[in-house]
């Protein structure tokens, strides 16, 4: 299995961007899948996880009430709405494959990973 991530770039602050995440070789449908983002000299950290019916989401406390996570199994692909976008937003973004019980907030609950795609917010 592959995840390619995508739609990543340049927008200003209070913007949006939408966030793709296609997995090839194998369908994620009974997967879990989450998204994570790194910012330059910062560890990588969770952003949102969402079950794999689509009926359960989690987000970071920073990200809450501004981002959305779904998902399109018939398409197998995982969808990040990024809204009211802010300089502290800009991060390379990675979608991954939640394999393992735990906190999804846990980077070594997951097995697989995208390749990221760049955010970034101007102000």
């Known amino acids: 299995v592959q995840l390619q991530a995508s739609g990543g770039g340049l927008v200003q602050a209070g913007g949006s961007l939408r966030l793709s995440c296609v997995a090839s070789?194998?369908?994620?449908?009974?997967?879990?899948m989450g998204w994570f983002r790194q910012a330059p000299g910062k560890e990588r950290e969770f952003v949102a996880v969402?079950?794999?019916?689509?009926?359960?989401?989690y987000y970071a406390d920073s990200v809450k009430g501004r981002f959305t996570i779904s998902r399109d199994n018939a398409k197998n692909t995982v969808y990040l709405q990024l809204d009211s976008l802010k300089p502290d937003d800009t991060a390379v973004y990675y979608c991954?494959?939640?394999?393992?019980?735990?906190?999804?907030?846990?980077?070594?609950?997951?097995?697989?990973w995208g390749q990221g795609t760049q955010v970034t917010v101007s102000s």
């Open positions: 969402i079950g794999w019916s689509g009926s359960t989401t």
């Open positions: 991954a494959r939640k394999a393992y019980s735990g906190s999804a907030y846990e980077r070594n609950k997951y097995d697989l």
């Open positions: 070789g194998r369908a994620i449908i009974d997967d879990a």
